[in-house]
C-alpha cells in the first residue's frame, strides 16, 4: 500500500521559514518524481515544486528563489524548504508522486498518489 504522509506545517509570519516533510512507503522510492502541491480554498492545486529521480528540480515562478525541494532516497523522504515566506504562500500543501507500487508487474500501470495535506498559514 502506498502512503505518503506530510508533516511541518504550521502558522509563521511574513518572511519567516518554515519546512516541510513527505515521508513515502509502498513504492521504489528512487524511482519516481516527487512533487509538492498547494491548494487555497476555490482554487484548483497546482504545483509548487518538484524533483526528479535524478534530482532535477523545477519550481512554480512564485516560489523561485525561496522555495527548495529535496530528496533523501536513504530515507524515502522528500523535503520542501520555504524561506522568505508571504501570505500568498497560505494553503494546503500536498505531496505527490506518480508510481507503481511494490509487488506491481514491472510494465504494470503506475498511479497517482496523494498525502493527506498540511496546512500553511502566513500572517502579514
Known amino acids: 500500500q502506498v502512503r505518503l504522509v506530510e508533516s511541518g506545517g504550521g502558522t509563521v509570519r511574513s518572511g519567516e521559514s518554515l519546512r516541510l516533510s513527505c515521508v513515502a512507503s509502498?513504492?521504489?522510492?528512487?524511482?519516481?518524481?516527487m512533487s509538492w502541491h498547494r491548494q487555497v480554498p476555490g482554487k484548483e492545486r497546482h504545483v509548487i515544486a518538484s524533483?526528479?529521480?535524478?534530482?532535477?528540480?523545477n519550481y512554480h515562478d512564485s516560489v523561485e528563489g525561496r522555495f527548495t525541494i529535496s530528496r533523501d532516497n536513504a530515507k524515502n523522504t522528500v523535503t520542501l524548504q520555504m524561506n522568505d515566506l508571504k501570505p500568498e504562500d497560505t494553503g494546503v500543501y500536498f505531496c505527490?508522486?506518480?508510481?507503481?507500487?511494490?509487488?506491481?508487474?514491472?510494465?504494470?500501470?503506475?498511479?497517482?498518489?496523494w498525502g493527506q495535506g498540511t496546512q500553511v498559514t502566513v500572517s502579514s
Open positions: 509502498g513504492f521504489t522510492f528512487s524511482n519516481y518524481w
Open positions: 505527490n508522486t506518480v508510481a507503481r507500487p511494490d509487488g506491481s508487474k514491472p510494465d504494470g500501470p503506475t498511479f497517482r498518489y
Open positions: 524533483i526528479s529521480n535524478q534530482f532535477i528540480t
